[in-house]
């Protein structure tokens, strides 16, 4: 439908795509110094109990504020770094700086809450994942309960075994497994009934139309089903208005997570969200 373009457009459409190619390669190369510049820094979500309004965690999310180029998005930055491969170093520091914030929070007084962490599918490889962590429950003193790992499906694309291995190794440490943006990956059921999970989180793509999309609330309705019945709890992400959360609620979801709630906030702000929803919760 678009008309026979001049030369003029082929060179705009070669200007933006070489800018976008520049612009991936400064973020690939700035990201090692983002990371010894102390450039990166962990913003805060909370997660809140369905049935209380009460704060049951946080998940740790990355922020890069980059002297030039302002904020950038994890969306745009965690895939460069994981086709570099140094999400691997990262993803190190984001474990260590988010267990340390909660060994924080405990000697503050507060200790029924965890904190989770994102995994990006290159930490999986290899079998060095279990000594990472062990390593920083060891430096932090956080009792492992506290901490979760939010690992998603493309992890089922390494070797199955290695995966279930490095999964149970996980779980003998003591730390929560999650399983992020459920439903958009490739999921195998097959697999998902044998991986050590204490919860699902419901991808906010099917939160977002909830009420009104009858085959999002369908889906939704099936995960929570098949959660329960696996003895798995499930949270809702991106939930943003009381319509969706009394939905979400009816369906049986244990938690949600939500900008209806709060949106990632930094450490000394997120302190707040200990004392709970229940004004939001009604
Ligand atoms: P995710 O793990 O699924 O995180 C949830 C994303 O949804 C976050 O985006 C969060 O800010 C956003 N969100 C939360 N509530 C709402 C809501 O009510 N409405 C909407 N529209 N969005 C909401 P964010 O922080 O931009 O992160 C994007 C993705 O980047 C994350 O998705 C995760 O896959 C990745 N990521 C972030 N931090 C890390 C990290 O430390 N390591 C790794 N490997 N990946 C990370
Ligand atoms: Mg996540
Ligand atoms: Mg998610
Ligand atoms: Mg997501």
């Known amino acids: 439908h678009a008309k026979p373009a001049g030369p003029g457009s082929y060179l705009l459409f070669d200007n933006a795509m070489t800018q976008q190619v520049m612009r991936r390669l400064n973020i690939h190369n700035e990201l090692h110094r983002a990371l010894d510049n102390g450039e990166l820094q962990l913003f805060y979500q909370p997660q809140v109990c369905a049935r209380t309004g009460a704060l049951k965690g946080f998940e740790a999310l990355l ?26 170093r990262i993803g190190e520091w984001v474990m260590r700086t988010a267990a340390t914030q909660a060994a924080a929070w405990v000697a503050m007084g507060h200790s029924d809450f965890r904190m989770a962490v994102n995994l990006s599918v290159r930490q999986f490889a290899g ?49 929560k497994l999650s399983m992020d943006d459920f439903g958009t990956g490739y999921s195998s059921l097959a697999y998902l009934k044998r991986y050590p999970l204490n919860a699902l989180k419901i991808d906010q793509s099917f939160v977002r139309n909830i009420t009104q999309d009858t085959g999002d609330a369908a889906i939704t309705r099936a995960i929570v089903a098949m ?23 009816e369906l049986g979801c244990e938690e949600f997570q939500g900008y209806l709630f709060s949106r990632p906030v930094p ?7 200990f004392a709970g929803y229940t004004d939001a919760s009604d």
């Open 63 to 88: 922020r890069w504020q980059h002297p030039r180029l302002g904020w950038v998005s994890p969306a745009e930055f965690i895939p460069i770094a994981e086709d570099s491969g140094i999400i691997v």
């Open 127 to 175: 079998s060095k994942l279990p000594s990472v962590v062990e390593r920083v429950l060891q430096e932090t003193g956080l009792a492992p309960h506290i901490l979760e790992l939010e690992v998603t499906e493309s992890m089922a694309l390494q070797s199955v075994a290695s995966t279930l291995s490095t999964l149970h190794a996980c779980k003998a440490l003591g730390v």
């Open 227 to 249: 959660a329960h019945s696996f003895g798995m709890s499930v949270i809702a992400e991106g939930v943003e208005t009381k319509a969706q959360l009394a939905f979400l609620r």
């Open 267 to 273: 450490a000394p702000e997120a302190i707040k969200c």
